[in-house]
T-cell receptor
């Protein structure tokens, strides 16, 4: 079965610092990969998605992620954190066939002024 | 505006009571999903439906039931058999169920036990 591991349940960065949220997946076939963001008491919003082609994917709000097949990773980055980036972030993998998305446990990002 | 609506925003359940959470979408999506979210546990799939009049159990279906009589609606009933129902419930939809399909989420319903 495919799975997703998000390293670090809580990450804290200073405003203006680099944001790096880690995601590793297990998959026997090339996967489709997603990052979602959730603000408090709200639903999830798609940040970006990797399907095929270019391995560096740009998303909304200045975030990007790079698919590295050799490392089975899909880490999310943003060069400069804003206070508004404080939220929970979920990595997800789309298994092959007809199975719904598999989500990681999430990483809560705090941004310190 | 197209999207997914969930109601109510907050729901209170008494001991032994069944309660139903509403999920409606006007995106013309075939597939719909219900997730349960608990702190530190991410999203866990309860049920999903690929098409009208069809649905499949997810990872934690015990104590829950669903129906899919209309394309736009996928209500979730939390039965009295669910002993620990306090959680945040999220409904989602996608154009179809398959590899690579993006899921779009509603705003969620928070269920609390009195």
């Amino acid at each position: 079965a495919q799975s997703v591991t998000q390293l670090g349940s809580h990450v804290s960065v200073s405003e203006g610092a680099l944001v790096l949220l880690r995601c590793n997946y297990s998959s026997s076939v090339p996967p489709y990969l997603f990052w979602y963001v959730q603000y408090p008491n709200q639903g999830l919003q798609l940040l970006l998605k990797y399907t095929t082609g270019a391995t560096l994917v740009k998303g909304i709000n200045g975030f990007e992620a790079e698919f590295k097949k050799s490392e089975t990773s899909f880490h999310l980055t943003k060069p400069s954190a804003h206070m508004s980036d404080a939220a929970e972030y979920f990595c997800a993998v789309s298994p092959s066939g007809n199975t719904p998305l598999v989500f990681g446990k999430g990483t809560r990002l705090s941004v310190i002024a | 505006d197209g999207g997914i609506t969930q109601s109510p925003k907050y729901l209170f359940r008494k001991e032994g009571q069944n309660v139903t959470l509403s999920c409606e979408q006007n995106l013309n999506h075939d597939a719909m999903y219900w997730y349960r979210q608990d702190p530190g546990q991410g999203l866990r799939l309860i049920y999903y439906s690929q098409i009208v009049n069809d649905f499949q159990k997810g990872d934690i279906a015990e104590g829950y039931s669903v129906s899919r009589e209309k394309k736009e609606s996928f209500p979730l009933t939390v039965t009295s058999a669910q002993k620990n129902p306090t959680a945040f419930y999220l409904c989602a939809s996608s154009a179809r169920q398959g590899a690579g399909e993006t899921q779009y989420f509603g705003p969620g319903t928070r269920l609390l036990v009195l």
